[in-house]
């Protein structure tokens, strides 16, 4: 039996991070805190891109172009919905995310889901630095052991097809 967990190793990973700016005194604390989670883990400063979108519903066009792109182990994406008084949270948080986890199968790469879907701007707060801590730094770590772990799996199927031939 074997068995696969990654580990958030940053070392030579390039990686990308956008940012929604609506609601932008929240989004700025996620990408700080995805920023510090990189960089902590080893990941070069120099080699974390910061990608600005307008808002939330856009963060799946910028994440597909960064993953068209092929420069990036793992994209991380975060913004925040704040629900009003009219549907219009349903709309852009669901497509938002329903987006992000398509281009991730799609394009089979690891992202950090960072995206926060609140009900008031005191819940938001809470998740941006506040008492329920940072989800940008969250959504950086996990895409982090995530890359890891796809490296791991693909050395394991290269090492069993490599036995097979010898």
């Known amino acids: 039996m074997a068995e696969f967990v990654g580990t958030p190793d940053g070392a030579h990973r390039r990686m990308a991070v956008i940012g929604s700016r609506f609601n932008e005194t929240i989004t700025t604390k996620l990408v700080e805190g995805a920023v510090d989670c990189l960089v902590r883990h080893g990941v070069p400063f120099d080699d974390v891109d910061v990608v600005w979108v307008p808002g939330a519903w856009e963060l799946p066009a910028a994440a597909g172009r960064l993953l068209a792109s092929d420069r990036y182990d793992a994209i991380i994406a975060v913004g925040a919905v704040i629900r009003g008084d009219t549907p219009h949270?349903?709309?852009?948080?669901?497509?938002?995310?329903?987006?992000?986890?398509?281009?991730?199968?799609?394009?089979?790469?690891?992202?950090?889901?960072?995206?926060?879907?609140?009900d008031t701007m005191e819940q938001a707060e809470a998740r941006a630095g506040g008492a329920h801590g940072n989800k940008g730094w969250d959504a950086a770590l996990a895409a982090l052991e995530m890359a890891d772990l796809f490296s791991r799996l693909d050395a394991a199927a290269g090492h069993e097809e490599g036995d097979g031939e010898s």
């Open 89 to 118: 949270f349903d709309f852009v948080a669901g497509e938002a995310s329903r987006g992000l986890a398509e281009l991730q199968r799609a394009y089979d790469r690891p992202m950090g889901f960072g995206l926060l879907t609140t």
